[in-house]
């Protein structure tokens, strides 16, 4: 799987949008851009997942750049709860998947 | 359904006793993952299922780790003469066969002291 790059920590105000960006300069055509955020002491949550156009669910909107080098994760209105550590992965679905995450972007969010 | 279920949730043990952790993951999902999470680290991939099959293990996983799946249903991983650098949260998730997400517990917590 390709290696993402992502900021080792970010913050924002409640209520304002978090932009969380990732680099994955390396992807493979058919590798899926993934998003998880883990809250402390508990096990990581899905977020969204994207291939090659831009995704929106309740939680989060995923945006990928044409080339798909990259991609940035929104948050329209960021609340407290919001504050974690996000991992972009980018991921194959293949009979031998597994996720690989990095140490992802510690986002904090301030009232 | 409530999600995958971890137990213990705490797991305090001297250092050369074996632990047993145990997986319970959402009931229609065939495949099943152990991944190990250190401080200030990302999950680290162990081992996944497809149904009772073990399909995958990682280098991490020594010979003093072994994980079952029996009937493809709930999942053990056990530690045999567990170290201190064993000490970790240990993370299962599960996913139907054709998932676009992994549904993960909240883990157990492993203190080896």
């Known amino acids: 799987d390709a290696k993402t790059t992502q900021p080792t920590s970010m913050d924002c105000a409640e209520g304002r949008a978090a932009n969380l960006p990732c680099n994955h300069s390396?992807?493979?055509?058919?590798?899926?851009v993934y998003w998880y955020r883990q809250i402390h002491s508990q096990g990581p949550q899905y977020i969204i997942h994207g291939l090659k156009n831009n995704e929106t669910n309740e939680m989060a909107s995923l945006i990928i750049t044409e080339d798909r080098k990259s991609s940035t994760l929104i948050l329209p209105h960021a609340t407290l709860r919001d504050t974690a550590v996000y991992y972009c992965?980018?991921?194959?679905?293949?009979?031998?998947?597994?996720?690989?995450f990095g140490t992802g972007t510690r986002l904090a969010v301030r009232p | 359904d409530t999600g995958v279920s971890q137990n213990p949730r705490h797991k305090i043990t001297k250092r050369g006793q074996n632990v047993t952790f145990r997986c319970d993951p959402i009931s229609e999902h065939n495949r099943l993952y152990w991944y190990r999470q250190t401080l200030g680290q990302g999950p680290e991939f162990l081992t996944y299922?497809?149904?009772?099959?073990?399909?995958?293990k990682s280098r991490l996983l020594s010979d003093r780790f072994s994980a079952e799946r029996p009937k493809g249903s709930f999942s053990t991983l056990e530690i045999q003469r567990t170290e201190q650098g064993d000490s970790a949260m240990y993370l299962c998730a599960s996913s139907p066969l054709e998932g676009s997400g992994y549904t993960f517990g909240s883990g157990t917590r492993l203190t080896v002291v």
């Open positions: 299922f497809q149904n009772e099959a073990q399909l995958e």
């Open positions: 390396t992807i493979s055509g058919n590798e899926y």
């Open positions: 992965i980018a991921f194959k679905k293949s009979s031998g998947d597994k996720l690989t």
